[in-house]
């Protein structure tokens, strides 16, 4: 329970200094509250509000649902109150946050409800507490990661597109391409009765062994690209926003996940100790990418 405690201090303490930074210089205030800190509030209590539930009756299964429709919603929530709605910059940010988090939210949450729910939270979900502390970590997951974008939204925006906004999503669009595709491909490799068991080793696993989440970092990185003319004083700390999602996918709760059960299942196939050895974790072409 300490340790709880702990965690949702820490998570306490990053929200407040991501709402500080990322709303200097933003001219709109709600409820005395500037429009960017109001976005942050709002990822966090949609986030509780699905607890209640989802505590209620023990599931996991809405979790990434609601923590991608709640990047539309602080994307939409931003993008309504900006004083420059109809910027380019803005309507690219909301139009490309908005269709990769209902690509993605609806594609996990079939999958949950497929594979009957999602393991990480077994031993989470039957605990309140434990439960409610990832509930709030996804808040900060929700204003963490769109936080450069909350800031270009909630400013009055270029009236003309630049190198930036063109460089950004073209990046968002190469990123976003891999990961559906990578996606497709092992969601195939799944439903094919011959590969029960088996592990994927095709396609752009090939090149890689976590193509999907190479490409949800690049996505972000474009989002970031996108919003640096938005930028001033404090709110560049909001560029660590890829950052932020690197380190959640690399070292936390994305790859150090998927490779343990991978070397549970598999950590006595030869093959398996080839496609480790042999293909990069993350970068193509870095064999030392380990």
Request: glycine share 8%.
């Amino acid at each position: 329970m300490r340790r709880a405690f702990r965690f949702l201090l820490v998570i306490s303490v990053l929200l407040a200094i991501l709402a500080y930074a990322g709303s200097q210089g933003g001219p709109v205030q709600l409820a005395g509250l500037p429009l960017f800190a109001a976005g942050v509030c709002l990822a966090v209590l949609l986030q509780w509000l699905a607890f209640v539930p989802a505590a209620y009756w023990q599931t996991e299964r809405y979790y990434d649902l609601v923590g991608g429709l709640s990047y539309v919603a602080v994307a939409l929530f931003t993008w309504c109150f900006s004083p420059d709605q109809t910027a380019p910059r803005n309507l690219v940010l909301v139009g490309l946050i908005t269709i990769w988090a209902v690509r993605l939210s609806s594609f996990l949450f079939l999958r949950a409800i497929q594979q009957g729910g999602d393991v990480r939270f077994d031993s989470i979900k039957t605990r309140p507490l434990r439960f409610f502390v990832s509930w709030t970590l996804q808040g900060l997951w929700v204003a963490m990661t769109s936080s450069t974008a909350m800031v270009a939204l909630s400013k009055p925006g270029s009236g003309q597109v630049d190198s930036w906004l063109l460089l950004g999503a073209l990046i968002w669009v190469i990123g976003f391409a891999i990961e559906v595709i990578a996606d497709e491909q092992k969601r195939r490799f799944r439903n094919n009765p011959a590969n029960q068991d088996r592990f994927i080793q095709s396609g752009l696993w090939a090149v890689c062994r976590h193509p999907n989440y190479l490409g949800e970092i690049s996505l972000w990185v474009g989002i970031a690209i996108i919003a640096v003319p938005a930028l001033q004083g404090l709110n560049y700390l909001t560029l660590l926003s890829p950052v932020f999602v690197y380190l959640l996918l690399t070292r936390i709760s994305g790859i150090p996940l998927l490779e343990q059960r991978g070397r549970q299942r598999w950590g006595d196939n030869p093959d398996y100790q080839r496609y480790l050895a042999n293909t990069p974790r993350l970068l193509p072409g870095l064999r030392r990418d380990k």
